[in-house]
């Protein structure tokens, strides 16, 4: 069974429980044996009492927090509108190629879960035993078929099948075809490319717009800090009051200067003024990892009744 370490949000480690093993961290030292059984969420002190971590279930975001990247991987923020953009659900079926770390797989598998499903290709034949063997020790098997082939030369090999396409490739446009040909014919269904640069993005809308994907949009999506200051928002008989105490305190510390004699007594303000919440957001936007370009697949329609609720299933 996998649990993580949580010591902080910087220090979380993936541990595959063996009740012969010991973990150590600066925290201490923590024996599998004392974890296993524990429910997820326990505060585990050290074996020694030097400190205590937690136990937690590796859900698809602390998954990707730890995950061992053996390529560039997907984070929460893009994984989360690219999930919503296409319109993924439970019963979802998916193709994604590459696989990669298998970062976004195992945030896929959660969404389409308990009967969808996910085919991911990958090339690489080590990165492809190495998602495999992840999907597996998560119990993630039965939602994810991973096929190690070239997409760019073999094609997925799937027709007709599926509800949404993610190509997270060097060159997407080469596998546009054969994703065309994957998507359920009758249906209307999303595909979304992720490229870090402006001239893979342009070559991926030519060749989406080329076999007949309408709706080509891009986005890029940039993480934004929210700074929230409070402001007290004084009545005009507070602010003369405040100013007052102000003065006093002003004129004390001047006369126990000069000659260290008693204060007079500061008017007070009763309570505290409500505050204002105000939010500053910085100019800079960080987070940029890649451009991500949707576009619509349109079904193949027998008449134009067909066309027309296909149309009135867009609104
Ligand atoms: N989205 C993944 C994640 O979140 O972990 C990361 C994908 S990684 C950036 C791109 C992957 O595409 C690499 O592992 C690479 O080996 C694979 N790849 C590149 N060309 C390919 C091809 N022609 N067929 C299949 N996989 C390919």
């Not at 296409?86 to 770390?101: F, N, Q, R, V």
């Not at 690489?124 to 760019?152: M, N, P, W």
């Not at 076999?211 to 940039?222: D, P, Q």
Request: aromatic share 10%; glycine share 6%.
């Amino acid at each position: 069974m996998l649990r993580l370490s949580y010591a902080s949000r910087e220090n979380m480690t993936p541990l595959i429980m063996d009740p012969k093993l010991t973990y150590n961290n600066k925290f201490g030292t923590f024996r599998h044996s004392d974890m296993i059984g524990k429910e997820y969420g326990t505060k585990m002190p050290s074996h020694n009492g030097r400190g205590f971590m937690y136990l937690l279930h590796p859900t698809p975001e602390l998954w990707t927090h730890v995950v061992p990247h053996r390529t560039q991987i997907l984070y929460i923020a893009d994984i989360s509108f690219i999930t919503t953009y296409l319109d993924l659900k439970p019963g979802s079926i998916i193709l994604e190629s590459g696989t990669g770390s298998g970062s976004f797989s195992h945030s896929l598998a959660r969404t389409i879960a308990p009967n969808g499903h996910l085919y991911t290709f990958e090339y690489h034949e080590e990165r492809a035993k190495a998602a495999k063997q992840d999907f597996e020790r998560h119990g993630l098997s039965d939602l994810i078929t991973v096929e190690c082939r070239d997409v760019y030369k073999e094609g997925f090999g799937i027709t007709d099948l599926v509800h949404a396409v993610f190509l997270d490739l060097p060159a997407p446009w080469d596998a546009i075809a054969s994703a065309k040909a994957a998507f359920k014919q009758k249906r209307i269904g999303k595909i979304c490319c992720f490229s870090p640069c402006i001239e893979q993005v342009q070559r991926a809308c030519a060749s989406l717009n080329e076999h007949g994907f309408v709706e080509i949009k891009m986005f890029e999506c940039l993480i934004r800090n929210q700074e929230v200051h409070t402001i007290p928002i004084y009545t005009v008989k507070d602010a003369v009051s405040k100013i007052k105490v102000q003065q006093d305190k002003k004129r004390k510390r001047n006369e126990e200067e000069a000659s260290n004699s008693k204060a007079a007594k500061s008017p007070r303000i009763k309570q505290d003024p409500p505050n204002l919440y105000v939010s500053k957001t910085p100019t800079e936007a960080k987070g940029h990892t890649s451009y991500l370009t949707f576009a619509t697949f349109l079904p193949v329609l027998d008449d134009e009744v067909e066309i027309i609720d296909k149309v009135n299933e867009l609104d």
